[in-house]
């Protein structure tokens, strides 16, 4: 599968870098085919996050991801997923190749600005997670 799930997350939309962000992603050839602004519960966190359900960061990763709103993008791109993940950088900032989103804003390896799915990860429950089919579109 070619799509993939981006999050804009809480801190990024604070310090206002949604449009620095996805301008550097679409300019790397990422069509958008769905997004919103969604501001999760703490419950809702918890099951996008389950999969890190019992590490010593969940309890930290639900409450922030929950902390403010964000935004939910499902991109398009023939490398989907990989290609995504190589635009964002490396998860701790300090780690993320130059010129990265990560490497550009993230401040630290939990306030890392966005999400990107991992291509193991299983991206299309992810994109299910937020999205109806009916509320992203082929063009
Ligand atoms: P990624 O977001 O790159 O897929 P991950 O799946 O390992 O990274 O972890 C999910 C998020 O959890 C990550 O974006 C930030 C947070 N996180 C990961 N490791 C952490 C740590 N050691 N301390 C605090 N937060 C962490
Ligand atoms: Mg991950």
């Given at each position: 599968m070619?799509?993939t799930?981006?999050?804009?997350?809480?801190d990024?939309?604070?310090?206002?870098?949604?449009?620095?962000?996805?301008?550097?992603?679409?300019?790397a050839g990422?069509?958008?085919?769905?997004?919103k602004?969604?501001?999760?519960?703490?419950?809702?966190g918890?099951?996008?996050?389950?999969?890190?359900?019992?590490?010593?960061?969940y309890?930290?990763?639900?409450?922030?991801?929950?902390?403010?709103?964000?935004?939910?993008?499902?991109l398009k791109h023939?490398?989907?997923?990989?290609?995504?993940?190589?635009?964002?950088?490396?998860?701790?900032?300090?780690?993320?190749?130059?010129?990265?989103?990560?490497?550009l804003?993230?401040?630290?390896?939990?306030?890392?600005?966005?999400h990107?799915?991992?291509?193991?990860?299983d991206?299309?429950?992810e994109i299910?997670?937020?999205?109806?089919?009916?509320?992203?579109?082929e063009?």
């Amino acid at each position: 599968m070619n799509r993939t799930l981006l999050i804009i997350k809480p801190d990024a939309v604070k310090r206002n870098l949604i449009g620095n962000i996805l301008k550097q992603i679409l300019d790397a050839g990422f069509k958008m085919l769905g997004m919103k602004m969604v501001w999760l519960t703490r419950e809702q966190g918890g099951k996008f996050y389950e999969i890190h359900k019992g590490k010593d960061f969940y309890d930290w990763l639900t409450n922030f991801i929950s902390s403010g709103p964000i935004v939910v993008c499902c991109l398009k791109h023939p490398e989907g997923p990989k290609k995504l993940r190589e635009v964002v950088g490396a998860t701790d900032p300090k780690n993320a190749a130059q010129g990265t989103v990560r490497n550009l804003y993230g401040t630290s390896v939990g306030e890392n600005v966005v999400h990107a799915s991992a291509p193991d990860e299983d991206p299309e429950r992810e994109i299910k997670f937020f999205f109806d089919e009916k509320e992203m579109f082929e063009y």
